[in-house]
């Protein structure tokens, strides 16, 4: 299952990540995605993985908010 998810987790990070110029809230849904891929990397024991993708994460939250305004 967790392999499950982790597949499905990175195939939505791709696919959010190739429609962020046609609205924002794909940047909003990439950013749950790599938050999504943080936990997998926790859960995989592999935590230097789910660091970089909670920080990719935090970043994609800050341009969300950038294109708000």
Do not use: D, N, Q
């Amino acid at each position: 299952m967790l392999t499950v998810f982790g597949a499905t987790i990175v195939t939505l990070m791709m696919v959010f990540y190739a429609l962020e110029s046609r609205s924002r809230w794909f940047t909003f849904a990439f950013a749950l995605a790599c938050f999504g891929s943080a936990t997998y990397g926790w859960l995989a024991g592999t935590w230097p993985f789910g660091v970089v993708e909670a920080i990719w994460g935090i970043i994609a939250l800050r341009k969300w908010h950038k294109l708000k305004r």
